[in-house]
């Protein structure tokens, strides 16, 4: 089974500090995902990858970046942290198309839960 | 319009109950849909998959999927305590770029009482 593994757990930050939010998968996928989890508004994609060094916008980006320089990980950047970027943070990977079976299922991490007081 | 809704709940049901969580959508070009189960302080894990209208069942679980009306469905017979989580409802379709897109209904919570 792949797994994504995401080190920080709970994480409490300032407004203004810079926070790095790790993510790894050890199946070699490409295709790698940040997505945030609020209350009543589900799952909201912030960035993609699809290669090493290769990222996309989601529907929300503004106040994050994204880093892939080794294709197992994807690390999401918040320049400045501020309040309203307290939440869950969830990491996720899925196969390439080519795998025909489930390519388009998407494999979860444990995810992040940061407090930006 | 939201692309999908999905009622949040909380949805608290005895132990035993069948339970019917439902989503609904409005763009027809999705073709997958998916399940996931959201267990507290936990990441989401695929629980059903489905392609194209049906029922797919699994054990317990039966997914239902009617693209003429835009409408998906999960149901859990025989539901027991350790089915309370969050139920996320997803589907997907492919992109003119070579990849997918993937929406999530927000989620619906299930407490189930022993």
């Known amino acids: 089974d792949v797994k994504v593994t995401q080190s920080s757990r709970y994480l409490v930050k300032r407004t203004g500090e810079k926070v790095f939010l790790e993510c790894v998968q050890d199946?070699?996928?490409?295709?790698m995902f940040w997505y945030r989890q609020d209350p009543g508004l589900g799952l909201r994609l912030i960035y993609f990858?699809?290669?090493?060094?290769?990222?996309e916008k989601g529907d929300i980006p503004e106040g994050y970046s994204v880093s892939r320089e080794k294709k197992e990980r994807f690390s999401l950047i918040l320049e400045s942290a501020s309040t309203n970027q307290t939440s869950m943070y969830l990491c996720?990977?899925?196969?390439?198309?080519?795998?025909?079976?489930?390519?388009?299922?998407?494999?979860f991490g444990a995810g992040s839960r940061l407090t930006v007081l | 319009q939201k692309e999908v809704e999905q009622d949040p709940g909380p949805l608290s049901v005895p132990e035993g109950a069948i339970v019917s969580l439902n989503c609904t959508y409005s763009n027809s070009a999705f073709q997958y849909f998916m399940w996931y189960r959201q267990y507290s302080r936990k990441g989401p894990e695929l629980l059903m998959y489905?392609?194209?209208?049906g029922n797919k069942e699994d054990g317990r679980f039966t997914a239902q999927v009617d693209k003429s009306s835009k409408y998906i469905s999960l149901f859990i017979r025989d539901s027991q305590p350790s089915d309370s989580a969050t139920y996320l409802c997803a589907m997907s379709r492919y992109l003119n770029t070579g990849g997918f897109k993937t929406i999530f209904g927000a989620g619906t919570r299930l407490f189930v009482k022993a």
């Open positions: 489905t392609y194209s209208s």
């Open positions: 199946m070699d996928h490409e295709n």
């Open positions: 990858s699809y290669d090493v060094k290769m990222k």
């Open positions: 996720a990977s899925r196969p390439p198309r080519t795998e025909l079976s489930r390519a388009n299922v998407l494999t």
